[in-house]
C-alpha cells in the first residue's frame, strides 16, 4: 500500500528554476495561464535534498512572483479570488519553511479580507483555507490549539456537508489525536460514512483496525535481518518501542536518530526496541541500519507495504512508533512524540498483574 496522501501537503510547484518568467501580457487570461502553468512542478530533477529545497524556495518566490503581479494588473478580474485565495496558502508554506512570521501574518489578513467580500460559492473556499492553515501549524499546536481546529472542522462539516474534500479532510484531523482514540474513532467514522474513494476508504479501515487494537495484546512474529526469529512474547516484562521505517522515508531516518537520542537516556534492563522495515531491497535497510548505526532488531521480508506484518497491524503511514506495556498491551499509537516521558510512565508504573 502507498504511503497515505495528506492535505498538508504543499502547493504543487510548476517552474524551471533559474528560468526568467515570461513578460508580463497586456491581458488577465494570458496572465493567469502563466499563473496555473506553474502548477505542474519544477522541471529540474534535484540530485539532493539540498538542491530539493533550493529547488522548492525558489519556485515559490517564481509562484508569488506570478501571483502577486496578477493581482496588481488585474485586481478586478474573475479570477482575482482564487489569486488571493493561492497567494494566501502559498504565504503559509513560505511561513513554514522559513520559520518566519511576517508572511503567515499577511496571510491570516487575506483570508479575513476574503471572509469580508466572499460570495456563498466563494465561502467554502475561504473556510477550507482557514482549516489547512490552522493545520500548517499543527507541529506547534497545543491542546486548546487542537481542539480549535477540531471545532472549526465540525464547523465546516456542518456547513458544507457535501463538500468533495470532507471525507478526507475529517481523516487528517484524525491524525492528530492518536492519543485520544475516541475522538480520533469518531472523526473516522464519520470520514468513512460518505466516502467516495477506494484508496480513502482503505486508509480508513487500517486507521480504525490500530485504534481496534490499542488496549489489547500485539501479536508478532517476524525473522530480523540478521535471520534471527523474534516472537514479541519474549519481551515480556519489558516495555516495547516498536519502530516502522524504510530508507526511502527521510522522516524515518530522522525518527531513528530521534530515538537513539531519546533511548540511551532510558534503562536498557526495562525496554526493548524492535524495528520493522518497509523497504523492498535488504540493501536499502542495511544502508538505513548503517548510516545511524543502529543495533536493535530489524525485521525485514521485501513486501514493503504488501507486508502481512505491515497489513495485519493496520500501518499505513511512515515512521510509526508504538508502545507495548510489560504484559505485551498497545499503550500507545504514537509513542515518538514525547518518548522517554510515555516508556518512564510504563516503567514507573508497570500495569497490575
Partial sequence: MPPRASLLLPLMFGFTVGAPLAARAADAETDWNTVTA??????????????????????LAAQEKALRGFLA???QDAHAFEARLRLARLLQIRAGLEKAEAPRAEARRILDELSL???????????????????????EATAKDREKLLLSTRRFQVDHPSDRRLPRLLAE?????DAEPETKRSLLLSAQAIAQDDELKFRIADDLKRIDQLGKPVSLRFTTTQNKAIDLEESRGKVVLLVFFANWSPPSIDALAKLQREVKNLPPDRLQVLCISLDNKLEETAAAINKNTVTWPVGFDGKGWGSPTVRALGINTLPTVWLIDQKGVLRSLNALESTAEQVMKLVRKPPAP
Fill in 117 to 139: 467580500t466572499a460570495t456563498a460559492e466563494q465561502r467554502v473556499e475561504v473556510d477550507f483555507a482557514r482549516i489547512t492553515f490552522q493545520m500548517r501549524l499543527v507541529s
Fill in 173 to 177: 484531523i484524525a491524525t492528530l489525536y
Fill in 73 to 75: 494588473a488585474h485586481a
Fill in 38 to 59: 506553474l502548477d505542474a512542478g519544477p522541471r529540474a530533477t534535484p540530485g539532493s535534498q539540498q538542491e530539493a529545497r533550493a529547488a522548492a524556495a525558489g519556485h
